[in-house]
C-alpha cells in the first residue's frame, strides 16, 4: 500500500496491523481482540482524514499510484471484453483504449483514457495523456456504437492531452474538436465518468455524455493546479492555492450545475476496495443506461444539446446596446 | 504587442490634442524594422508593405477590413461575471476592468452582423489584447447568439480567431464553452450554413481544440501560430528547440488541416469566393462568364 503524505497516520496502523496478523499466524495466538481494535482505530482515522481533504490532498487521492484504472473496471465489470485498436489512420495509441463488452445482458462500447500500473507501463500508456490518434479512435468507436444502436460508457482520466511534436504535427486540438462536433450529435447515449483526474480539453476531448458523472475523489477542470500556479503565480509553488481557487472538486462541479451527479466511492477512496467500487459503478452504470435508453433518440441529442448550451455564467447589461433583439 | 499599443496610444494622442506629434504617425515593424506610416499600414490593411509582416489588429480592424462599410454590433449587453470569485495575483474582476479600458472591448470577443460583397454575414473577432483572447463564459455566450442570428436570417458565420485559450478564472466553465459552441455548431450544420473559420496569429489552446479547428472551410494568415499546446510549453515538454516553422499555419497547411493561407489583403475577396458557392442557395444566381469553348 502506498500512503500519500495526509495519509501517513493511516501507515502506521496499518503497519501495527499487518504486524498482528504476522503474530496471529506465526504464533497461532488469538489476536482478534487486538486486531479489531486496530481496525476500528483505522476506520476512525479514514473518517477524519477523508471526510476534510482540501482540494489539493483530492488531486492527490486522483493520482493514487494504486487507484484503478479504466482496464480495471472494464475486466471488472463486464464480459466478453474485446478490446479494439488503432484509428485506421496512424496507429493505435495506448493512452486511451476502448472496445466491445456485455454489462450482464446490456451490449456496450467502453472507451477511456489509460494510466499505466509500473514505469514501463506507464511511459508506453504516456501517463494517460493521448495523441491525436487516440481520439481518433475513440471516434471510431463511438460511430461505430451508433451504428450498432449500443451505449457507449466513457472513462475520463488523463493529466491532459499528449504535448509534443507529434501531437501538434497531427493535430490533437482538431482531433479533439472533432470528437466534440461528434458527441454533440452520436445517436445513441453517452455516459461519461470522471475515474481520477479531468484534465483540460483531454478530458473533454472524449467526455460529451448525456450524463456525466465524477467519483468521490476526482477532480475536473480546465487546467491542472500546478500548471495554472506556473501561470497565473509565476512560480511552482501554488498548486494549493490554484486547486482552491479552481474549484475543480466534484462537490464544486455538482454546486455549478457541470456535472449530474457525485459517485460515492469506499472509504479511503477506490484504491481501498476497489472490487467494491467496481461494484458500485456497476450498478450505477446500468441503472442510467436504462434511464437513457427508455429516451427517443432525438429528444436525447436535444437534451444533450440543451445540457452545454446551458453551462456558462454571465450578466445581461440594461444599458440598450447598438443590437436591436429583444 | 508594444508597437500596438504604441499605436493606439498614437490614435488616442493624436485625437486629444488634435495636431499630431511627428513620430507618432510612425510604426516600426518587428520583423523587418522598416517603419511605416499609420496611414499607409491601415491602406495595407496592417500588413508590413515591405515583408507583408501581417500585425496584429482587433476586431473593429476586422470589421474594418471585411464589412462592406456599414455593420452592427451584437450581444454587446452581455458580460462577465466572476463566478469562481477567483483571485490570483489579482482579482478577476480587476483583470476584467483593466482589460476593457486598455482594449475598449467589452469582452475577447465582439459580434457584428453586416454584408461582404452584400452577402449578409455574421463576423466574430477576438481581440488579443483582452485577457489574451481567453475563452469564458461570454465569449461561449456570444458565440452561440451569434449562431442563433445565422439561423434566423440564414446567414454564413466567420469566427476570426485570436486567443491564448482557455480563460483560467472561470475554470471548468471556461471548458465547458469548448463543448457549448461545438455543440451549437452542429445546429448551423443541420440549418445548411456555411461556416468559415480564419485563424489569425495566435490561435491556441481550447479555442483551437473547439471551433477554430471545425470550419467548413480553415482559413489561416500568414505566418499565424496555430496550436494546441503553446511552443513554449512543448519546448518545455521535449526538452529541445522546436523545428523551425514548427506550429506555423504554414506548417499546419501542409499537414493538411488548414484550407487556405490568405494574404490579410485578400482575405475578404477569398471569403466572398467561398461564399458565393457554399451558400449559393440563399444568394441570387450569380452572372458568370462562360468558360467553356462553345
Ligand atoms: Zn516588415
Redesign the pocket.
Known amino acids: 500500500m502506498v500512503f500519500l503524505e495526509f495519509e501517513k497516520p493511516l501507515e502506521k496502523l496499518y503497519t501495527q496491523l499487518e504486524k498482528l496478523k504476522q503474530i496471529a499466524q506465526d504464533g497461532d495466538i488469538d489476536m482478534s481482540d487486538k486486531i479489531r481494535e486496530v481496525e476500528q482505530k483505522i476506520k476512525k482515522k479514514q473518517k477524519e482524514i477523508y471526510s476534510s481533504l482540501t482540494p489539493w490532498q483530492r488531486v492527490q487521492l486522483s493520482r493514487h499510484p494504486q487507484r484503478p484504472y479504466t482496464l480495471y473496471y472494464i475486466e471488472k465489470m463486464t464480459k466478453y471484453f474485446v478490446e479494439l485498436h488503432g484509428d485506421r489512420c496512424m496507429g493505435d495509441d495506448k493512452a486511451i483504449v476502448g472496445g466491445l463488452a456485455y454489462l450482464d445482458q446490456q451490449p456496450i462500447v467502453c472507451i477511456g483514457h489509460q494510466k499505466g500500473i509500473n514505469t514501463k507501463q506507464r511511459q508506453l500508456r504516456n501517463f494517460g495523456m493521448a495523441h491525436p490518434h487516440g481520439y481518433r479512435k475513440a471516434l471510431r468507436l463511438m460511430k461505430m456504437a451508433e451504428k450498432f444502436a449500443i451505449p457507449v460508457v466513457v472513462f475520463v482520466d488523463t493529466p491532459g492531452a499528449a504535448c509534443g511534436l507529434e501531437a501538434e504535427e497531427f493535430s490533437v486540438a482538431q482531433a479533439i474538436a472533432r470528437n466534440l462536433y461528434e458527441m454533440a450529435r452520436l445517436r445513441t447515449p453517452i455516459l461519461v465518468y470522471i475515474i481520477g483526474e479531468g484534465a483540460s480539453g483531454g478530458a473533454i476531448g472524449i467526455g460529451v455524455g448525456d450524463r456525466v458523472f465524477m467519483l468521490e475523489n476526482t477532480w475536473y477542470s480546465v487546467i491542472s493546479p500546478e500548471s495554472c500556479s506556473s501561470i497565473l503565480w509565476r512560480s511552482w509553488d501554488h498548486k494549493e492555492k490554484a486547486a482552491e481557487a479552481l474549484k475543480l472538486t466534484p462537490k464544486d462541479m455538482l454546486q455549478f450545475g457541470l456535472i449530474d451527479e457525485i459517485v460515492k466511492e469506499p472509504p479511503g477512496g477506490a484504491h481501498y476496495q476497489p472490487e467494491a467500487m467496481a461494484k458500485s459503478l456497476k450498478k450505477h452504470i446500468k441503472k442510467h443506461i436504462k434511464e437513457l435508453l427508455e429516451i427517443p433518440i432525438d429528444t436525447l441529442i436535444q437534451q444533450r444539446a440543451e445540457k452545454y448550451l446551458n453551462m456558462g455564467v454571465y450578466s445581461i447589461a440594461d444599458q440598450p446596446s447598438s443590437d436591436k433583439t429583444p | 504587442m508594444n508597437w500596438f499599443r504604441r499605436l493606439k496610444e498614437g490614435i488616442q494622442t493624436a485625437t486629444r490634442f488634435k495636431k499630431p506629434i511627428p513620430e507618432d504617425l510612425w510604426v516600426k ?1 518587428p ?2 524594422g ?1 517603419t511605416v506610416t499609420r496611414k499607409k499600414l491601415e491602406e495595407y490593411h496592417h500588413t ?1 508593405p ?2 507583408n ?1 501581417h500585425f496584429r489588429i482587433g476586431p473593429k480592424e476586422y470589421f474594418r477590413i471585411f464589412f462592406d462599410g456599414h455593420y452592427t454590433l451584437l450581444f454587446e449587453e452581455i458580460h462577465p461575471v466572476d463566478v469562481l470569485g477567483f483571485v490570483d495575483l489579482k482579482p478577476y474582476t480587476q483583470r476584467l476592468r483593466e482589460a476593457r479600458e486598455k482594449t475598449s472591448s467589452t469582452e475577447a470577443i465582439t459580434v457584428a452582423q453586416g454584408k461582404i460583397q452584400k452577402i449578409p454575414v455574421v463576423i466574430a473577432a477576438m481581440d488579443f489584447g483582452f485577457i489574451g483572447g481567453s475563452m469564458g463564459a461570454v465569449m461561449g455566450e456570444r458565440i452561440c447568439r451569434a449562431i442563433d442570428r445565422c439561423i434566423e436570417e440564414r446567414m454564413p458565420l466567420i469566427i476570426v480567431s485570436k486567443s491564448g485559450g482557455a480563460r483560467m478564472m472561470e475554470a471548468a466553465f471556461s471548458l465547458m464553452q469548448m463543448a457549448k459552441t461545438t455543440v451549437k455548431l452542429t445546429q448551423l450544420a443541420d440549418a445548411g450554413l456555411p461556416y468559415i473559420s480564419y485563424m489569425t496569429d495566435p490561435t491556441t489552446g481550447g479555442v483551437t481544440a473547439s471551433f477554430a479547428m471545425l470550419g467548413d472551410v480553415n482559413i489561416a494568415e500568414p505566418g499565424a501560430l496555430i496550436a494546441f499546446a503553446g511552443p513554449r510549453v512543448v519546448r518545455e515538454t521535449i526538452k529541445r528547440d522546436l523545428p523551425e516553422g514548427f506550429q506555423t499555419a504554414e506548417f499546419l497547411y501542409e499537414k493538411g488541416f488548414i484550407d487556405v493561407i490568405v494574404d490579410r489583403k485578400e482575405a475578404k475577396a477569398t471569403i466572398a469566393q467561398i461564399l458565393q458557392v457554399l451558400h449559393h442557395r440563399h444568394l441570387p444566381t450569380r452572372k458568370t462568364k462562360s468558360t467553356s469553348s462553345d
Open positions: 515593424c520583423k523587418c522598416d508590413c515591405k515583408c509582416y
